[in-house]
């Protein structure tokens, strides 16, 4: 969450929102959130062209049309904001050209955003990269919250996946900071795999692989005991579940369970080859979860397009 609250800023990518009513939705979403910490609001708008639209000669009468599209989404979005009467005087707005990704970092770098929240992820086509939300997850120097269904205004149930990492206790003290603000009850969970393989020196027989004993459940006693003393919870009811399980898939199971209002979870902003074998649990819940995320960059995360 933003280290200045009156400060905090709040970017977003309206292209799923296809209609003045959707749009109109999805600013709730950010507008309760900006009342509660006196934050302000900037809609990012991004126009995705094909390539050949973007080529130099172009006719005038392609140039006319992306213009009329950019003062046509500039009217949606001003619509919305008007509609805001809430919170219209910290509601600012923009319709930028280009590749979603790219735009929103720059606005968020340009704005010295706080947090960037766009809507999850289209699960029907197959996107390399992974779509604008996960590619964000991935690469943002600032938490991003991806709102597949709406954050209720008065949400309880904050879930807070944990694997006991010197970077986890900065995503539970966020948790517990939105639990204590909503007076709500955090939820830590923690998924192993209970057969996981690790690479050690050895000859060419055993192809550079073993497998460790099995993990049970009463392993990770001594782990949440060591996690939860660093914590400071006093002002908030809190529980604790261990599963085993696939991280991602657990994670997203959990959360249906408890109906979660909120998962609260961090990335270790892994690239190049670490990525490509690693993945991230992140993103695996971005792309399969239904209920809003809000992922939290590694501390010093230095940010590169590729």
């Known amino acids: ?21 959707r749009g109109s939705n999805c600013v709730g979403i950010h507008a309760s959130l900006a009342r509660r910490y006196e934050a302000s609001i900037r809609l990012v708008h991004v126009i995705e062209l094909l390539h050949h639209s973007l080529h130099v000669s172009q006719s005038k009468s392609r ?6 599209r950019v003062t046509n989404s500039g009217s949606d979005l001003e619509e919305i904001v008007e509609s805001r009467i ?12 280009g590749n979603p990704f790219f735009e929103l970092i720059l606005a968020a770098c340009a704005w010295h955003a706080d947090l960037i929240v766009v809507g999850g992820p289209n699960r029907e086509p197959f996107h390399l990269l992974g779509s604008t939300a996960e590619r964000l997850v991935r ?11 709406p954050l209720s205004q008065i949400a309880k149930r904050f879930l807070v996946p944990t694997d006991f990492s010197s970077e986890a206790r900065r995503e539970a003290e966020v948790g517990i900071t939105l639990a204590d603000s909503f007076d709500g009850r955090i939820f830590f969970f923690h998924a192993f795999d209970p057969t996981p393989w690790y690479h050690y020196p050895c000859d060419e027989e055993t192809l550079g692989l073993m497998t460790l004993p099995e993990l049970k459940v009463d392993d990770i006693k001594d ?16 529980h604790v579940h261990t599963v085993a399980g696939r991280p991602a898939e657990m994670i997203v199971e959990y959360a249906e369970e408890i109906a979660a209002d909120l998962i609260i979870m961090g990335t270790h902003g892994r690239a190049g080859i670490e990525y490509i074998l690693l993945g991230s649990v992140a993103e695996g819940v971005v ?3 239904s209920r809003p995320i809000l992922v939290i960059p590694p501390e010093g995360l230095q940010f590169s397009f590729l």
Do not use: H
């Open 139 to 149: 690469k943002s120097f600032v938490p991003v919250l991806v709102t597949g269904k």
């Open 86 to 97: 809430d919170c219209r005087r910290r509601i600012d707005y923009e319709v930028r050209i």
């Open 223 to 238: 782990d949440w005991a060591s996690f939860l003393n660093r914590l400071s919870m006093a002002s908030v009811a809190w």
């Open 287 to 289: 792309r399969r979860a």
């Open 1 to 21: 969450m933003p280290r200045e609250t009156s400060s905090a800023s709040f970017g977003t990518d309206y292209r799923r929102a296809r209609s003045q009513e």
């Open 63 to 68: 140039q006319s049309k992306i213009e009329e």
